[in-house]
């Protein structure tokens, strides 16, 4: 390995987000996943969170983008209670994406992005289950003022992580990791033998 190479990754690995993370929920489009994971890998994030209860997850190609999937850890559960029991304790809050009137909801622009936030996307067709509504901590929106209310999920998603890395890059959060150094040399270990 040259010393560029090396010196990249870990600068990559310095500037991953501990506490920003995504939850999947059987999303089935092989596209539609590693487009989020390429995305989750550009802005640094290092971790994704996966339910599949309804989907399996889909085979991902070895095309580029499918790539990503190696840089981004991949979290696996089989239901919602399992997957929020673990972020919670980790002291998450859960945003789920959901069209709704509801109090709970929250547009994008006014979430503080630098605390530790799981934002949950749903599938295709029924978006987040009615299991994610009830028991996310507050439903995100993404300001829409067209005749359209939705957008694709990969979209989506790189419309909300866009704005975390926004808050994230102002806040200094870039430049300083909340990974200790034990963990950023485990981490440059796993990704230099990838």
């Not at 501990?18 to 489009?29: A, G, Y």
């Not at 487009?35 to 991902?60: E, H, S």
């Not at 006014?110 to 605390?115: A, P, R, S």
Request: proline share 2%; net charge positive.
């Amino acid at each position: 390995m040259t010393e560029a190479r090396y010196n990249k990754f870990k600068k990559v690995v310095s500037q991953r987000q501990k506490h920003l993370t995504l939850v999947l929920e059987n999303i089935h489009d092989p596209h539609n996943v590693s487009a989020v994971l390429r995305t989750c890998d550009c802005a640094g994030i290092d971790k994704v969170y996966l339910i599949y209860n309804t989907n399996k997850f889909p085979k991902i190609g070895r095309v580029s983008s499918a790539s990503a999937k190696k840089w981004v850890e991949l979290v696996r559960f089989n239901n919602v209670d399992e997957c929020f029991a673990a972020l919670k304790k980790d002291k998450y809050k859960i945003y789920a994406t959901h069209i709704s009137e509801t109090k709970k909801n929250k547009s994008l622009y006014e979430i503080d992005l630098t605390k530790r936030v799981a934002i949950v996307f749903g599938n295709e067709h029924a978006g987040v289950s009615e299991d994610v509504i009830n028991k996310a901590d507050w439903n995100l929106v993404i300001p829409m003022y067209g005749l359209i209310q939705s957008l694709n999920i990969s979209v989506s998603a790189a419309v909300c992580i866009y704005e975390a890395l926004r808050q994230r890059e102002a806040k200094g959060m870039y430049k300083k990791s909340a990974y200790t150094k034990k963990e950023l040399d485990k981490k440059l270990e796993y990704y230099l033998n990838k």
